[in-house]
Each structure stands twice: as structure tokens, then as C-alpha cells.
């Protein structure tokens, strides 16, 4: 079992920055993958971007690709999300999930989630 707690979500202006932070317990973070995804207001839920267990990889939805960056710190059990260059279509809220299997991240099908943060982007 894998807990995950999402947090750093709050309100920002366009062209703002916010970085998300997820910290796990109770396995080996480590042996995951992991991914951000998010689900804006009357829409489904969207991936925005992946690591493999190590770190030496990552992968982006095209929205996001050269405003966001995934990271993970895995001494502290810990995934980030820097986002920059926020836009209001950015706003939704933010998931992090776990995956024993990196190839899959990016379709969502995920062994853990988080409840989730709030990003909202005001323009």
C-alpha cells in the first residue's frame, strides 16, 4: 500500500508559478513510477506528466510540455510538479498517483491516487 498526500495548490494570477509537492509512505516509493494528472471543472480527468522510478525519465502532455517539470526526490519520498507560466486553463484539480509500471502512467492506469490539490489560475 501506497499513501499519497498532495499539497502546495492555492490561487495564482496568469503567468504565475506554483509547485506541487506529493509525499508517499507506507512502500518503497522508490519502485514506482509516478504521475501527475488533473481534472478541471465539468471535464475528465487528463494526464500532465510522468517520472519513472529513478528519475531519469519523464514525459508530458503536449499542454504542459515546456511550462511544467516533474522531479522526485526519492530520499524524501517526495514528487513535484514546478509549473510555470500558468494559464487559466491550467485551473483543476491536481492528482498524483503510483504505478508499478511506467509505460502505462500516461493512460491513467495507476495502482494509488491521491485526494488531490486545488490549482486555480485567475486571469
Known amino acids: 500500500q501506497v499513501q499519497l498526500v498532495e499539497s502546495g495548490g492555492g490561487l495564482v494570477q496568469a503567468g504565475g508559478s506554483l509547485r506541487l509537492s506529493c509525499a508517499a509512505s507506507?512502500?518503497?516509493?522508490?519502485?514506482?513510477?509516478m504521475g501527475w494528472f488533473r481534472q478541471a471543472p465539468g471535464k475528465e480527468r487528463e494526464f500532465v506528466a510522468a517520472?519513472?522510478?529513478?528519475?531519469?525519465?519523464?514525459y508530458y502532455a503536449d499542454s504542459v510540455k515546456g511550462r511544467f517539470t516533474i522531479s522526485r526526490d526519492n530520499a524524501k519520498n517526495t514528487v513535484y510538479l514546478q509549473m510555470n507560466s500558468l494559464k487559466p486553463e491550467d485551473t483543476a484539480v491536481y492528482y498524483c498517483?503510483?504505478?508499478?509500471?511506467?509505460?502505462?502512467?500516461?493512460?491513467?492506469?495507476?495502482?494509488?491516487w491521491g485526494k488531490g490539490t486545488l490549482v486555480t489560475v485567475s486571469s
Open positions: 498517483a503510483a504505478s508499478g509500471n511506467y509505460p502505462v502512467v500516461v493512460t491513467g492506469g495507476m495502482d494509488y
Open positions: 507506507g512502500s518503497t516509493f522508490s519502485s514506482y513510477a
Open positions: 517520472i519513472n522510478w529513478s528519475g531519469g525519465s519523464t
